[in-house]
């Protein structure tokens, strides 16, 4: 199976910080990759797919980049709605796997 | 609009099956697959496999493919998911959720989540 890890796996932030989450996996995904929030007791939201294809009505504060085996998620304005848990996906070989996840917390 | 509704939530025996339901809404229900995907307490997401509510058609992680049967009801426009043999290990909140893809076409990533149903292995 194909592992992906995300770091760091708790990031402690401010409003209006930049912030940046990396998802690394164990062999390439050809940019097969998405990226969902999930917050407390609630089922997760898709952010981005193909790596850095923004979902339509996501806020344009989220951007995904990356190729290969490296991505990142960035916020570029941390905002009080934006304190959640993120996930990376992969979906280039069964079966997917999602990253452990990060923590994005008030600092 | 399109939603996904999922079935409340089942306590079960060690040795017992469970089976979910997910009810989808708001749009062509045999145009999208619908994935399985898991979440223990506390823990992260875990993928299960995935049903094309058209043809039938599953596609299951290995480690599930002896315990796990995805079904469909296209005239109530309602996906099953049956998980056998229960552990204690299985405790988790159970998601069903689109691949917004067309039906020839699989995506992989899931645009549309049920609210998730919890299914506690207790003895």
């Known amino acids: 199976d194909i592992q992906m890890t995300q770091s760091p796996s708790t990031l402690s932030a401010s409003v209006g910080d930049r912030v940046t989450i990396t998802c690394r996996a164990s062999q390439s995904i050809n940019n097969w990759l998405a990226w969902y929030q999930q917050k407390p007791e609630k089922a997760p939201n898709l952010l981005i797919y193909?790596?850095?294809t923004l979902r339509s009505g996501v806020p344009s504060r989220f951007s995904g980049s990356g190729s290969g085996t490296e991505f990142t998620l960035t916020i570029s304005s941390l905002q009080p709605d934006d304190f959640a848990t993120y996930y990376c996906?992969?979906?280039?070989?069964?079966?997917?796997?999602f990253g452990q996840g990060t923590r994005v917390e008030i600092k | 609009q399109v939603q996904l509704l999922q079935s409340a939530a089942e306590v079960k025996k060690p040795g017992a099956s469970v089976k979910v339901s997910c009810k989808a809404s708001g749009y062509t229900f045999t145009g999208y697959h619908i994935h399985w995907v898991r979440q223990a307490p506390g823990e992260g997401l875990e993928w299960m496999g995935w049903?094309?509510?058209?043809?039938?058609?599953?596609m299951l992680a290995q480690k599930f493919e002896d315990r796990v049967t995805m079904t469909t009801d296209a005239s109530t426009s309602t996906v099953y998911m049956e998980l056998s043999r229960l552990t204690f290990d299985d405790t988790a909140v159970y998601y069903c959720?689109?691949?917004?893809?067309?039906?020839?076409?699989?995506?992989?990533?899931?645009?549309?989540w049920g609210q998730g149903t919890t299914v506690t292995v207790s003895s």
């Open positions: 193909k790596a850095s």
């Open positions: 049903i094309n509510p058209k043809s039938g058609g599953t």
């Open positions: 959720a689109r691949d917004p893809g067309q039906i020839v076409v699989l995506l992989g990533s899931m645009d549309v």
């Open positions: 996906q992969q979906y280039d070989t069964y079966p997917w796997t």
